[in-house]
T-cell receptor
Framework: DAGVTQSPTHLIKTRGQHVTLRCSPI?????VSWYQQVLGQGPQFIFQ???????GRGNFPDRFSARQFPNYSSELNVNALLLGDSALYLC??????????????FGEGSWLTVV | KQEVTQIPAALSVPEGENLVLNCSFT??????LQWFRQDPGKGLTSLLL?????REQTSGRLNASLDKSSGRSTLYIAASQPGDSATYLC????????FGAGTTVTVRA
């Protein structure tokens, strides 16, 4: 079975532009989360979706938004890009939400560089 | 707010030596603790998941322990190999994971 897949793998954007990152969870997984990882740091939680509803939001500005589709894939959108948005964006999926023992699986990430 | 700390930030060991990686967290009311491996420029690979009711988990050469009362977890890697060189991250939480900054391990051949 395919793991968590993300696209694009690398992209370069200019300050002020908009970016859309895509994620397909593992087959059968209904929960998708997004994380931002700046070089040298651990990932920071951005959003979590389960059954197409937002279940959690991290401490990120409103320029960041996301959604989950009926097939459980997800998009992360970032508007008005800043240099500080340059990071590895990771998508994670899990079967369910809200219980102990729920292993979370990550994709390879999308490298975003803002110039 | 959950704070997760991993010490040391980096370590280098000769091949064959056992590795001991530490993780501490401030809020003991956790659901799960998960250990991940990250190779340079890559995503995260799940290594072990310890549920809050468990004290340890084992997979091959890897063993992870959890002491909620003291807010600590330890990942042991037996008989290290050069292929174990990577950054190891611990994370706590149910769906919203709080990560440490990781320990970067180099195993010298």
């Amino acid at each position: 079975d395919a793991g968590v897949t993300q696209s694009p793998t690398h992209l370069i954007k200019t300050r002020g532009q908009h970016v859309t990152l895509r994620c397909s969870p593992i087959s059968g997984h209904k929960s998708v989360s997004w994380y931002q990882q700046v070089l040298g740091q651990g990932p920071q939680f951005i959003f979590q979706y389960y059954e197409k509803e937002e279940r959690g939001r991290g401490n990120f500005p409103d320029r960041f938004s996301a959604r989950q589709f009926p097939n459980y894939s997800s998009e992360l959108n970032v508007n008005a890009l800043l240099l500080g948005d340059s990071a590895l964006y990771l998508c994670a999926s899990s079967q369910s939400w809200g219980y102990s023992g729920n292993t979370i699986y990550f994709g390879e990430g999308s490298w975003l560089t803002v110039v | 707010k959950q704070e997760v700390t991993q010490i040391p930030a980096a370590l280098s060991v000769p091949e064959g030596e056992n590795l001991v990686l530490n993780c501490s967290f401030t809020d003991s009311a956790i659901y799960n603790l998960q250990w991940f491996r990250q190779d340079p420029g890559k995503g995260l690979t799940s290594l072990l998941l310890i549920q809050s009711s468990q004290r340890e988990q084992t997979s091959g050469r890897l063993n992870a322990s959890l002491d909620k009362s003291s807010g600590r977890s330890t990942l042991y890697i037996a008989a290290s190999q050069p292929g174990d060189s990577a950054t190891y991250l611990c994370a706590v939480g149910e769906y919203k994971l709080s990560f440490g900054a990781g320990t970067t391990v180099t195993v010298r051949a």
